[in-house]
């Protein structure tokens, strides 16, 4: 049971690192470039009070860490060959589905073998028997309850940590079958804090949530670990709330933490909220570029990667200047398989997003999910775990 659950942890981080594995960004494009007009337009019907998300997700292997996902038995490394293999050949698929789906069209798309089936228009957002990790606790999205949160400034301020050069040559866009995601040079990397845990959390339901905590382990001061991007993906609605509010988009990143073996792997989110404003935002040049990517993606089947390119442009840009972020641990992906040990941060302060480009990620997430159907899951209990928050001390209050 146990090698079965660590077993599917391993796969979905494989996916995960998948997404944005070099090899990947670098399938040829397979042409079909012709320009057609978005599915049926449902603009105006998502409800006003969506918001534009930006979340990243983190995944690392621990192989010295506290924070192991995966024991190293021996069974398991067998295990974590396999999904290996899986990937590999996963990955070479992807290849030849590039270069052979041209102008394919959205409503018939090419299966992606560790995407479990799930719909959100069947499932509401959340995940029931979908999920494959039936003792699940400590899954996410959450709702942030500010009266409950602590603050650790020890935390640090997770802009100074983050390298994230300028992109040289494009990234790779796609769509997952049911979001716009995009993948990165693999040379953008952040630390993420972490505190010490007594006993590693190990998939056990038994495992106690309070023995993650600012002074609960040897040492006082968090440390960090570096994390690599994979990718980031869109949800509109954001699936965090706020006290029971949700913004217009959250758009969650993929990093992953590497260990010195293949025995572990953990994973993390980072996430930025997107909201519209009243006066109506300018439009970001940069998410111009990647957005005029979604008539062609939309034609193309699931992980069909098409290149964009992006001249001058650093995940940073993406950091509000208000760098004031929650923390907690573990969460979980939000999407069946749902598997636990995620490292969750996410930004409180969200950025503008222009009328325009909202409708445009609003269109894209019907037209793969079903009209009127948002790809947000429903926000998931505690279960012990506490909130942290660095606090920015000096926010510009001009953002
Ligand atoms: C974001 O937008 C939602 C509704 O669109 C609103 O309820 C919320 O207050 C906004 N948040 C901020 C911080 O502007
Ligand atoms: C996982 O945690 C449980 C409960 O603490 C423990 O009984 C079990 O031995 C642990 N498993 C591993 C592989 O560390
Ligand atoms: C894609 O999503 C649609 C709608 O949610 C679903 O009906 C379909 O089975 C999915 N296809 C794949 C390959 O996951
Ligand atoms: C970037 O993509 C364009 C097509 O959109 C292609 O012509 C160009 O060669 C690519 N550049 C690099 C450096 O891959």
Redesign the pocket.
Known sequence: MEDSRAYRVLVNAAAAAAAAAPNRVQVPFGGGSTGRPVRDSYAGACP????FILVLIVAALLTTSPLPLVASSPGLRDHWSLSRRLLSESTSGDAAASQHSVAQPAAQPVAHSEDPPYAYSVHGGDWGGVCSEPKSRFQSPVDIVLKDVVNVPALGDLRQRGHYPQVQANVSVYHNNHTFEISFHEDNRIRLPMFDVDKPYNLSDSWDASSYAPNGGSRSKPRAETFHLTQCHLHCLSETEIDG????VEIHCVHVRHGGGEERESVGVWAV?M???TGGADCDPYLEKLLAAVPELLHRGPHDLFPVQLPGFSLSHLLPSDGTYFHYYPGSLTTPPCSEGLLWYVFK??LPICDRHFETISDLVQALNGRKVQNFRQVQPLHGRVMYRWMDPKPDTEA
């Not at 509010?245 to 217009?248: K, L």
């Open positions: 006003s009070g969506i918001s509010s949700h913004f217009d909220f909201n519209r404003t302060n969200p």
